[in-house]
């Protein structure tokens, strides 16, 4: 979904790792707050736990956004989750999501982000589904994974040798758990936006295609700014 933008809009961040980081505490700290923060019996958290270990993120920095997730210390923090939908230039569907402390910070910046675009309704043009990121291990039969774990459809990944399966949204947690007892090393779980209609990057002069990555990369840029939806396919 749009791979192309997303390598340009790292290579556009110098302090990508910074960025990174912010973004999983965020996720660890709205995960803790919303299901407890013992990962065992919240499943949000566990992902997010594992992605910010994969990140190499220093244990205490973890635990901090743990405990400011569950209240648990004196610098608890509440995140909300704020949603902008509207077009990138030439009719490309996007979906934002922000989670912020500070609503009357991130409206105003989004506008300023879809200068060049258009703020208007597009969730009519996606779905809401569950999204699990895996990787095949010894040889393991995609298909059959995810039929057998209860996948509602599947897709190549973002990455080489990555599969991205679809779930309806309550099946999120149950097929990410089932998944690797039919060899798929599970990456990360989240719920999402995929597009119904997407704009083929084909279709795109050159020039209209670095418009496109130009925009995407700076909505990415914002540090509010945690998953970005974009109906998009190379």
């Known amino acids: ?52 270990r994969k990140a190499s ?13 569950s209240g648990a210390g004196a610098d608890a923090v509440n995140y909300s989750t704020v949603l902008f939908e509207g077009y990138a230039p030439h009719r490309v569907p996007v979906m934002v ?65 990555v599969t991205l399966f679809l779930t309806e949204p309550t099946d999120l947690d149950a097929v990410s758990k089932a998944l690797p007892e039919h060899g798929i090393k599970v990456l990360s779980a989240k719920l999402g936006y995929k597009a119904k209609n997407p704009v083929s ?5 050159a020039e209209a295609q670095e418009e496109v990555q130009d925009f995407l990369a700076g909505i990415e840029n914002d540090d509010d700014v945690q998953n970005v939806y974009v109906g998009l396919v190379d």
């Open 97 to 161: 999501e922000c989670l912020t402390d500070n609503p009357n910070r991130t409206a105003p910046n989004m506008r300023v982000c879809f200068r060049k675009g258009q703020l208007t309704a597009v969730a009519w043009d996606f779905d809401y589904v569950g999204m699990v990121e895996g990787e095949p291990e010894n040889g393991a039969d995609v298909e059959l994974a995810a039929i057998e774990a209860g996948a509602q459809d599947f897709e190549p990944g973002e990455e080489e040798g």
């Open 57 to 69: 993120m220093p244990k205490d920095t973890l635990e901090r956004a743990i405990k400011k997730g």
């Open 1 to 52: 979904m749009g791979a192309q933008w997303k390598a340009k809009g790292k290579a556009l961040v110098a302090d990508a790792k910074g960025k990174l980081f912010g973004k999983l505490v965020k996720e660890i700290t709205v995960a803790a707050r919303m299901g407890g923060g013992d990962p065992t019996g919240n499943s949000r958290l566990r992902m997010a736990i594992e992605a910010a």
């Open 201 to 205: 990057m084909g279709s795109l002069s």
